[in-house]
């Protein structure tokens, strides 16, 4: 049985008068749609209605990457709706010595166990410039002892530092390391099982075997779903900083990769991504030359609230989305809301598949683990 509702505001709605169509307390709307005094509303706003009082709980499955710099109280309030906590995140030399986040993680593991969650080391290859490195990649699966020892440095601080799994997050890997990422990954999970531990291995959204590009050859969903435990398909950043103005994570293209991601991967394994953000572009969007800024779900909201604006919502992406002028120049922004968010869990009940993973929970979007409890 729901026990929420989703209210698109018109013109002349106020809190006040939704909370008393409702019969809810307006503080609970509030609180829940993270409103700011005087609490002013854009036309086309969601507002998600709990309909009996919030209390946090786990329901759908749900793992969230967080950087160490993560603020204590969102980490703390996000916790009792997660079942595991990625910590973002370790790299390694081409000899395979681990190198740890810039900030302490100790913190963060404790906080998770208090709350009954599991820390997860997240492995990346992220080079001196802050980003991933496919010639970092092929220097350790190519060379056996570094492979070995990378795997060995897991071994070893997971035990260290009580993680309780690990997450693989190679991305740009080259073709020609395709099988052996496969091989390593086979090798970690083996030896993660010795623990009594799993591992994830995230992919980047394919939509066939042989699509092209530097971010999909060097992935084999078949293989990897053999060999890991788990599989975290990033079916998000189809808008994206550099890209024209689009959904981050438009439904129909994300129901494109996991319509291919069930017929290489069991479905039992999948973990489907889930974007806790959106981008501001300013247009015309110029290819090579436009940035997208990236921002928060509501801070998005507010965007539209300050400048008068509508939100729209893209029944095709399942998305909101609207435009707004400052300073004589057009924006477009498209962000995450309570109807996209619960759209996409509808997807984790149709294929169905194992749950979520957010990218990522630096910013809190309450709304979005408040519908993570609703039986869909």
Known sequence: MFFLEIYIVKSGDNIDGIAGMYGVPVERLIYVNQLSYPYALAVGQAILVPLREVTGGRGLFANGFAYTSINPSILRETLPFLSELSVF??????EGELIPPPLPTNWMIEAAIEYGVKPILTLTPLGPDGNFSNILIHNVLSNPNARNTLIENMYDRVQLENYQGINIDFEYIMAEDRDRFTEFVRDTTLAMHGLGYEVTVDVAPKTSSDQTGLLYEGKDYAGLGQVADRVFVMTYEWGYTYGPAMAVAPINKVKAVLDYAVTEIPKEKITMGIPNYGYDWMLPYVRGESKAITIGNIE????AVNNGAQIEYDEIAKTPYFHYVREGLTHEVWFEDARSILEKYKLLKEYPLYGF?????????RAMWILAQEEL
Request: glycine share 10%; proline share 0%.
């Open 300 to 303: 998005a909201v507010q965007i």
């Open 357 to 365: 993973g957010c990218w990522q929970i630096m910013r809190l979007f």
């Open 89 to 94: 995140s370790y790299g390694f030399t081409s």
